[in-house]
Structure formats: structure tokens, C-alpha cells
């Protein structure tokens, strides 16, 4: 399948409508037309509902959106592995949840560039469904998450346990507070906190990612539970407290990567992952 096929049923998917999409591609409204039209014809379905409100995607065009996302990422996987920059001789693709990349990844990131210099090593970010496609698809090498599923081909090594402490931006105010911000951290977390806080009512706040939970009770004050690692300086700082008596998660960290034989700098890049995990490891029985 053409590519541009894909790319505009994308455009036209997010714009909702064939003019945005053809003023984003840079091509005419009658060339989206024809090009959905063709995609139409090879899957001998139709796409999208037209009509004065736009351009609606059928059941058959949700379907295809993942396909079509699907084959974008295995071309730009593709040009970053096959175009490499002049000088490198090899590429690696490293994702993980937003709150491994901060201050955990970064370190690693950095160690592996003095490690293997001629690798270009490109950084995703995602979530658990989102990393491990990217990993049965081949588009990526190493990602680190929380809850992985086992999958054929797929290695899983468990890597650290984070410790989720509950913080606030009051210590005076009573906990629960109303700006108590409930972070998704996976089912592990959740039934935890289930069993840790029975009588709970559901939090009036909640976010699927912890730096939206942090920018919130920065902003107007609240409280939550957040890694030991990514709140400590906000506590040295004094704009975060502990709330004392309050019970510490565990929540475990995962390494998930191919089994299949890899160039050398992979086993590199996975060793110095170890390393770093073992000094997370003993720092937390250090109790730093």
C-alpha cells in the first residue's frame, strides 16, 4: 500500500474534514479525495461518512486507524534504522512511561552514548498497550514499564520496585483533601490503595500520568501518590511534604526486550539498564 494512502486517511481522521486535511498535507481537496477514494477501493470498505459536518470515521475506518498508525511507525522505524546519520553505524529504539524517563532513563541514555557513540538511539515515550505493540511489531528494542504481558519472543526482567509515596502541598490540611489527585500507576497500584483504603470514596481527581498529577497540586495544592525518586527534590525544596503515617506502594518496574540474537551494543545498552537498576535497588535498601 502507498504510504501517502495511509498518511492522508491519518490527516483527514484528525482534521475531521478533507479541506483541514489537504491544507495540512499541502495538496488540493481534490487529491484527498482521490486518494481516500483509492484506499477505499484496495480494502473495499468505506472509511468515512461524509457530510456537511465533516468527514466521519465508519466502523471500518476505526479498524483501519490502527493499521494505518501501524504502518507510519514501521516506515519511520525503518528511516531511522536504514538512513542512519553519517558516522553512526547502528540505531536503537528505547521507550518507557513518562515517570521512568524522569531522572532513571535520562541517566541511562546519557551512559549509553559514551558507551557506543556511533549508535543514534531514538526515545519514546508511551503507555504499557503502546510500548508492548511497538515490541511485537520489531519497531522497538528495549522498553521499560510497570505492567508488561508475556508475550512469545518477548524477554520480561524485573528491574526495580518503585516506592510511591503519598505527598501534599499542606501538611496542616486533613487527608483525604479534596484536591487529592488519584494517579493510574496500573492494577497493582490500584489494589493496593483498594485494600490500604477501603472506605475511600472515588477521588473527585484522577490522571493517567503522574507529571499531570505533580503540575496540578503545584498549581493550586493537593495531594498524592508519586515515586519516591521524582518528588524527593520538590520535598527537599519544601514545596512537597511527606504525610506522615501514610502507607508506601511498591510498585515494580520492568524491562521487556527481545530474545532473539541482537548486534552487541544491544547487550550493551540492556547491561547498562542492569546497572542501573541495581543502584536504584541499593539505594532504596540504603533507604535513600
Same mark, same amino acid.
Given at each position: 500500500? /502507498?504510504?501517502?494512502?495511509?498518511?492522508?486517511?491519518?490527516?483527514?481522521?484528525?482534521?475531521?474534514?478533507?479541506?483541514?486535511?489537504? /491544507?495540512?498535507?499541502?495538496?488540493?481537496?481534490?487529491?484527498?479525495?482521490?486518494?481516500?477514494?483509492?484506499?477505499?477501493?484496495?480494502?473495499? #470498505?468505506?472509511?468515512?461518512?461524509?457530510?456537511?459536518?465533516?468527514?466521519?470515521?465508519?466502523?471500518?475506518?476505526?479498524?483501519?486507524?490502527?493499521?494505518?498508525?501501524? %504502518?507510519?511507525?514501521?516506515?519511520? &522505524? #525503518?528511516?531511522? !534504522?536504514?538512513?542512519?546519520?553519517?558516522?553512526?553505524?547502528?540505531?536503537?529504539?528505547?521507550?518507557?512511561?513518562? #515517570? $521512568?524517563?524522569?531522572?532513571?532513563? *535520562?541517566?541511562?541514555?546519557?551512559?549509553?552514548?559514551?558507551?557506543? *557513540?556511533?549508535?543514534?538511539?531514538?526515545? !519514546?515515550?508511551?503507555?504499557? +498497550?503502546?510500548?508492548?505493540?511497538?515490541?511485537?511489531?520489531?519497531?522497538?528494542?528495549?522498553?521499560?514499564?510497570?505492567?508488561? +504481558?508475556?508475550?512469545?519472543?518477548?524477554?520480561? !526482567?524485573?528491574?526495580?520496585?518503585?516506592?510511591? %509515596?503519598?505527598?501534599?502541598?499542606?501538611?496542616?490540611?486533613? @487527608?483525604?483533601?479534596?484536591?487529592?489527585?488519584?494517579?493510574?500507576?496500573?492494577? !497493582?497500584?490500584?489494589? +493496593?490503595?483498594?485494600?490500604?483504603?477501603?472506605?475511600?470514596?472515588?477521588?473527585?481527581?484522577? #490522571?493517567?500520568?503522574? @507529571?499531570?498529577?505533580?503540575? &496540578?497540586?503545584?498549581?493550586?495544592?493537593?495531594?498524592?501518590?508519586?515515586?519516591?525518586?521524582?518528588? &524527593?527534590?520538590?520535598?527537599?525544596?519544601?514545596?512537597?511534604?511527606? $504525610?506522615?503515617?501514610?502507607? $508506601?506502594?511498591?510498585?515494580?518496574?520492568?524491562?521487556?526486550?527481545?530474545?532473539?540474537?541482537?548486534?552487541?551494543?544491544?547487550?550493551?545498552?540492556?547491561?547498562?539498564?542492569?546497572?542501573?537498576?541495581?543502584?536504584?535497588?541499593?539505594?532504596?535498601?540504603?533507604?535513600?
Amino acid at each position: 500500500m /502507498d504510504l501517502e494512502l495511509a498518511r492522508t486517511f491519518l490527516a483527514v481522521r484528525d482534521a475531521g474534514n478533507f479541506v483541514t486535511a489537504a /491544507d495540512r498535507l499541502h495538496v488540493t481537496q481534490s487529491t484527498v479525495s482521490t486518494r481516500i477514494a483509492t484506499l477505499e477501493s484496495i480494502l473495499g #470498505a468505506r472509511l468515512f461518512e461524509r457530510g456537511r459536518g465533516g468527514a466521519r470515521l465508519t466502523g471500518a475506518g476505526h479498524r483501519f486507524s490502527r493499521h494505518a498508525k501501524m %504502518l507510519m511507525r514501521t516506515m519511520e &522505524q #525503518a528511516r531511522h !534504522e536504514v538512513g542512519l546519520p553519517a558516522g553512526y553505524e547502528g540505531s536503537l529504539t528505547l521507550g518507557g512511561r513518562i #515517570a $521512568v524517563w524522569e531522572g532513571f532513563l *535520562p541517566r541511562w541514555i546519557h551512559w549509553l552514548r559514551e558507551q557506543v *557513540p556511533r549508535v543514534s538511539v531514538r526515545m !519514546e515515550i508511551g503507555f504499557e +498497550q503502546d510500548l508492548m505493540d511497538s515490541l511485537i511489531q520489531g519497531t522497538m528494542d528495549i522498553a521499560v514499564m510497570y505492567t508488561p +504481558q508475556n508475550r512469545p519472543g518477548l524477554r520480561v !526482567e524485573h528491574l526495580f520496585d518503585e516506592s510511591l %509515596l503519598l505527598v501534599t502541598s499542606d501538611r496542616d490540611t486533613p @487527608w483525604p483533601d479534596a484536591g487529592y489527585v488519584y494517579i493510574d500507576w496500573g492494577p !497493582e497500584f490500584h489494589a +493496593q490503595h483498594r485494600e490500604a483504603f477501603p472506605d475511600m470514596e472515588q477521588p473527585g481527581l484522577v #490522571a493517567n500520568i503522574g @507529571w499531570l498529577g505533580i503540575q &496540578q497540586i503545584l498549581a493550586y495544592g493537593g495531594s498524592g501518590y508519586f515515586p519516591a525518586r521524582i518528588t &524527593q527534590d520538590l520535598v527537599a525544596a519544601g514545596r512537597l511534604q511527606g $504525610v506522615p503515617g501514610s502507607p $508506601v506502594f511498591r510498585l515494580p518496574t520492568y524491562a521487556v526486550y527481545h530474545t532473539v540474537d541482537a548486534e552487541p551494543y544491544f547487550h550493551t545498552a540492556l547491561e547498562g539498564l542492569r546497572g542501573f537498576a541495581r543502584e536504584e535497588r541499593e539505594a532504596r535498601a540504603q533507604g535513600l
